[in-house]
């Protein structure tokens, strides 16, 4: 009993010095990170001239295909956020989703063009950096909060995340770019999608997965505990 007590002492100490969150001070920070996240979007959108760009297309296109892409948005990011729940802890399902989700943003897309007299061509890097720039604050984001909480798919469930900020940002750009031409919506708006899916899987890959301890390391604070050999 003599030998077990410095262990559960430094069981202890350690644990002290690692404190974690409380539960309300977890959502406060979220709430934060949201907010800012979104004041990010607001102000890349009028830097890149905010809807007056978008001035040549007729509002109530804008506001459909504004709609239409928030729904999916939404359906991506509840699945980001119910990947524990046993319904869409599926791997698969995270994976098709962010690949999915730059097929359904060029098909959507798709049923508007020809609908209204479009105006000439715009640059395709203009749209890709402004959506790129407004997923990369919630991505880092989502990475920090949710960091070594995930014990089987920090991949994918990364990869969904790079592309749900993806579809939120490519949502700030609809508003403001005139154009539903084929060739320029896979090239400025889904590449970025795709782009984040791919640093998510990445980053989340190293970030997301559950810290597991190797056995040196639970056996390190018994180093010193020496043995008591009991008689029969």
Request: proline fraction near 7%.
């Amino acid at each position: 009993m003599n030998a077990v007590s410095p262990l559960k002492e430094r069981i202890l100490n350690a644990a002290a010095l690692a404190p974690s969150p409380t539960r309300t001070q977890g959502r406060r920070l979220g709430a934060w990170l949201a907010a800012l996240s979104l004041a990010i979007g607001f102000a890349t959108l009028e830097i890149m001239g905010g809807v007056a760009n978008s001035a040549a297309r007729p509002l109530v296109f804008t506001v459909r295909l504004a709609d239409g892409w928030a729904l999916t948005s939404i359906v991506l990011t509840w699945l980001v956020f119910r990947a524990s729940a046993p319904q869409v802890s599926s791997r698969g399902l995270l994976v098709a989703a962010a690949i999915g989700s730059p097929i359904a943003l060029c098909a959507w897309a798709s049923f508007f063009h020809g609908d209204y007299a479009e105006p000439a061509l715009p640059d395709d890097w203009p749209c890709f950096v402004a959506t790129v720039l407004g997923a990369a604050v919630p991505l880092a984001s989502f990475l920090w909060t949710r960091r070594g909480i995930e014990p089987e798919y920090p991949g994918a469930l990364g990869g969904a995340a790079g592309a749900a900020c993806g579809t939120w940002a490519g949502l700030f750009d609809f508003l403001r770019c005139p154009s539903v031409d084929a060739a320029h919506i896979a090239l400025g708006h889904a590449a970025p999608i795709v782009l984040m899916g791919m640093i998510g899987f990445g980053l989340g890959s190293r970030v997301l997965g559950l810290k597991r301890l190797r056995l040196p390391q639970i056996l390190a604070p018994c180093a010193d505990v020496v043995p008591v050999r009991v008689r029969r």
